[in-house]
């Protein structure tokens, strides 16, 4: 049998299921790879800054606070038991594996997926979609592949930063706070986490981006009657996505916790 | 005489044909069984009243909405049974201006013109932003580029969906109500590009419009959609001649533009006083 991309990229005419939409957008990049011109670097980095770049200062004031707490939290309990030196490894660890994917997806979903969501679902009630395909100008090439690409690049990109910012709000709490010599502090968070705890974070991060962006492009691409209809899907694009996020986390972790 | 008469086959230069088309939304026939032809470098007009299902008819016309049933060959090709593929193709020798411009927002009036040269034409950006400042002369909006359509009037908007429309050069025009919301002189000019475009550049269009004096001014073949109880059937249908003489009381009361008559948009003014007597 005769398999083509191009028939990924059509896959099931005019109708838009969540599926077909995840079919169509793995052809056109496959698509995109083989023929220059189809992905165009431009928009892509404008959507990197308009999804991701203006994401970042959010981002990085919660995990500021994370780190923070994290490292105050702790003191308390692991203060009794004189186990005080296991704060930086609990904030590291804590961070690359769980909070800091969770939390910067959270903030990027509030942020982003839902501007995307209502910025498509205006397109679409503005008829501005139908007059994209009457230009044969395919939407999900021209609108939602340089979301997709955007959001599967910066994600992690922020992620690791908001580790960072982490951090450092851990080490405020733990040197200024406690006295913890800053020396110290550093040994022990960057010598606890193996590389694989960073990488579990990063494969969660990596699903939860196509979570968000495709719940968001999904959502908006359907929108029907009105600004009414582009709220609902804004509020959908948002409920969902936190929903399918805290899903995947769970199966995520289980499998890493039992099965690697 | 010759027994076989070469180019003259009438069938050749048809571009558009539709046969049977029915559109019904929730058991409500819209378009009921329309059967019609539109031949290479007329200006066919659809007239009709508010409702009576124009835009409905354009968006199946251009493959926007797959019809309840029937069939729609758009240069030769069953457009109701095209691939995405397909419809792409021929999507590329049509133009269509939408009633509401459907501009894209985010962008300039010029990256909205420029958009489909950019997707489907190997020229180099330099040239592009010369045909985009021609088209926009067309229009009459030159200095207009760096506009948003928030910042435009309904018209400009209109007058910015029409260049967008043309700037492929198309051989075939879709304009949905091209006039309505300008003024006379530029109801004047638009119709003057319509005309200009169909009479020296060849293109064929397709115009739906409600305004007779535009109407008469372009067409070279005219439609007439009926609502009320004549919902969804050919109300009328030839040159502007034809129509002007056609007795049909519903199409003689569109083209007058007169309240009364047989087009049931409100009581007649004898039934009116008869129904608030009768509540009295
Ligand atoms: N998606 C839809 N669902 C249900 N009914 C619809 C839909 N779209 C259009 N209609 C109905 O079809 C009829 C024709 O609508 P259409 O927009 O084609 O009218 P029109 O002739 O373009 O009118 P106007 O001159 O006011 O633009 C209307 O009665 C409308 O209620
Ligand atoms: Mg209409």
Redesign the pocket.
């Given at each position: 049998m005769k398999f083509s991309f191009e028939s990924l990229l059509n896959a099931g005419g005019s109708r838009l299921t969540y599926g077909l939409l995840n079919l169509r957008i793995l052809g056109w990049i496959l698509y995109g790879f083989t023929r220059p011109g189809i992905l165009v670097p431009s928009q892509i980095l404008s959507q990197v800054i308009r999804i991701g770049v203006q994401a970042i200062p959010m981002a990085s004031l919660v995990s500021l606070s994370v780190g923070f707490i994290l490292a105050m939290q702790s003191s308390t309990e692991l203060g009794k038991m004189g186990a005080d030196s296991f704060i930086p490894d609990l904030v590291s660890l804590s961070l690359m594996r769980e909070l800091g994917p969770l939390l910067v997806a959270i903030i990027v979903v509030g942020r982003s997926g839902s501007a995307v969501a209502a910025e498509l679902g205006t397109m679409k009630v503005n008829e501005e979609i139908e007059a994209l395909r009457v230009m044969a100008i395919d939407p999900i090439r021209y609108l939602v592949v340089p979301r997709f690409i955007a959001l599967m690049i910066m994600l992690p990109c922020m992620t690791i930063f908001g580790n960072c910012v982490g951090l450092v709000g851990g080490w405020a709490v733990c040197t200024l706070e406690m006295g913890m010599p800053s020396s110290f502090y550093i040994m022990r968070a960057m010598q606890r986490p193996e590389l694989w705890d960073l990488f579990s974070g990063l494969i969660k991060t990596a699903v939860f981006a196509h979570i968000i962006i495709t719940i968001a492009c999904y959502q908006g691409l359907n929108v029907e009657g009105g600004a009414e209809g582009v709220g609902r899907a804004t509020t959908s694009a948002v409920v969902y996505s936190i929903l399918w996020i805290i899903i995947a986390d769970t199966i995520l972790t289980g499998l890493f916790y039992f099965v690697l | 005489m010759s027994p076989t008469p070469k180019k003259t086959n009438p069938s050749s230069d048809v571009i558009l044909e539709v046969k049977d088309l029915v559109q019904s939304?929730?058991g409500r026939a819209?378009l009921n069984g329309l059967n019609f032809k539109v031949r290479k470098g007329e200006t066919f007009v659809i007239m009709?009243g508010?409702?009576?299902?124009?835009?409905?008819?354009l968006r199946i016309l251009i493959g926007a909405q797959k019809p309840t049933s029937g069939s729609v060959h758009l240069f030769g090709e069953d457009i109701t049974k095209a691939s995405s593929q397909e419809l792409d193709r021929i999507r590329l020798r049509f133009g269509m201006n939408f009633?509401f411009g459907a501009l894209f927002q985010s962008m300039t009036v010029g990256e909205n013109i420029a958009l489909p040269l950019q997707e489907h034409s190997q020229v180099d950006p330099s040239l592009i932003e010369m045909i985009v400042k021609m088209k926009l002369e067309l229009v009459g909006l030159t200095g207009f580029e760096n506009f948003k359509p928030s910042e435009l009037s309904g018209g400009m908007r209109k007058r910015v969906g029409l260049a967008r429309a043309l700037a492929l050069d198309p051989e075939l025009l879709f304009s949905d109500?091209p006039t309505s919301g300008l003024d006379p002189v530029m109801t004047a000019v638009v119709d003057q590009l319509t005309l200009d475009s169909t009479r020296k550049i060849g293109v064929t269009a397709v115009v739906v419009s409600?305004d007779m004096t535009s109407c008469f001014r372009i067409a070279t073949h005219m439609l007439m959609l009926g609502n009320g109880p004549r919902q969804g059937e050919i109300i009328a249908e030839g040159t502007p001649d034809e129509i002007r003489a056609n007795p049909d009381p519903f199409l003689q009361q569109f083209v007058r533009g007169e309240a009364d008559g047989p087009i049931a948009f409100r009581l007649s003014q004898d039934d009116y006083l008869k129904h608030l007597l009768q509540e009295g």
């Open positions: - | 939304y929730n819209v009709g508010s409702g009576c299902g124009k835009t409905t008819l009633q109500e409600h």
